[in-house]
């Protein structure tokens, strides 16, 4: 806070990752190597982003009023992909298969592990990822798992209750039966929190390993049942002003949008369907 109880400015880095340029680590380095100037004056580590000020990047202007609005695309992530931007063993990553940006990147919201599938997000706001991911904001996300033999009704009340597990308690919510036979059988379950390998790790708490996991929905945000392995759909403007007013709900709401959106309509992702 400032002296007279105004919030401070955010840091110029932290301002260029909320506009999807790079990484805060990746902008630190442009800093330091003098490539960020604010009013013509080179920027230093730990100068501020007044909201007046004008930003330049290798000399082109940077800032909300000259960035695009934001963008958001939905993926359907095959199982066999790493939800990374590098691999050193050479692995098929999670963003080989997105369209290129003029400028700026894709950012990822959560990960998924590289034997899961289903629902990625990403969006051109750092911000609004941010807002999706914060623990305080207990977004949920809904899954669609395969097991081997039904769950008991001790299972199912434990899984709803919470299990102990190695990094703390952790519990689902709306588990039901989507149906199966023997040896496979699927249930519906939702979380509310991005802990790695979480969904796999309540049901090995519960003598149930996950034989297939698949993500159907990340919050207001649903796979679509016509989108395929390994294919995209990006939001249409009408869809990317729904999600910010949905976002700016949040306890821990991303800045404010853009001003002249569309008016309100419908997220058309469509009902998620169950898995073969």
């Not at 599938?117 to 051109?124: K, N």
């Not at 807002?131 to 009704?153: E, F, I, T």
Request: hydrophobic share 35%.
């Amino acid at each position: 806070m400032s002296p007279e109880g105004r919030p401070l400015p955010p840091r110029v880095q932290k301002y260029l990752a909320d506009l999807g340029l790079g990484s805060r680590r990746e902008i630190e380095g442009w800093i330091r190597a003098g490539r960020v100037a604010i009013d013509g004056r080179v920027v230093r580590l730990g100068d501020r982003a007044p909201p007046e000020a004008t930003i330049h990047l290798d000399g082109r202007p940077v800032g909300r009023a000259a960035a695009a609005s934001p963008r958001v695309l939905l993926y359907h992530k095959p199982p066999g992909e790493l939800s990374a931007r590098s691999d050193p063993r050479g692995r098929r990553l999670v963003f080989d298969r997105l369209p290129k940006l003029p400028e700026g990147r894709w950012v990822m919201v959560g990960r998924l592990d590289y034997a899961t599938e289903g629902l990625l997000v990403f969006t051109t706001e750092g911000a609004w990822a941010h807002a999706l991911m914060h623990p305080r904001n207990g977004v949920p996300r809904r899954y669609a798992v395969r097991v081997c033999d039904a769950l008991s009704d001790e299972d199912i009340r434990r899984l709803l209750a919470g299990v102990r597990l190695e990094d703390g308690r952790a519990s689902c919510t709306g588990l039901v039966p989507l149906g199966g036979r023997g040896r496979n059988r699927w249930y519906a379950l939702e979380v509310h929190e991005g802990r790695n390998r979480l969904v796999r790790r309540l049901f090995e708490a519960v003598g149930h390993p996950v034989g297939r996991l698949v993500r159907t929905a990340y919050g207001p945000l649903v796979l679509p049942p016509s989108l395929r392995r390994g294919q995209t759909r990006e939001l249409e403007s009408e869809e990317v002003a729904v999600l910010a007013e949905r976002l700016a709900a949040l306890p821990v709401p991303p800045p404010a949008p853009e001003r002249g959106r569309p008016p309100e309509k419908d997220l058309s992702s469509g009902r998620g369907r169950r898995p073969r």
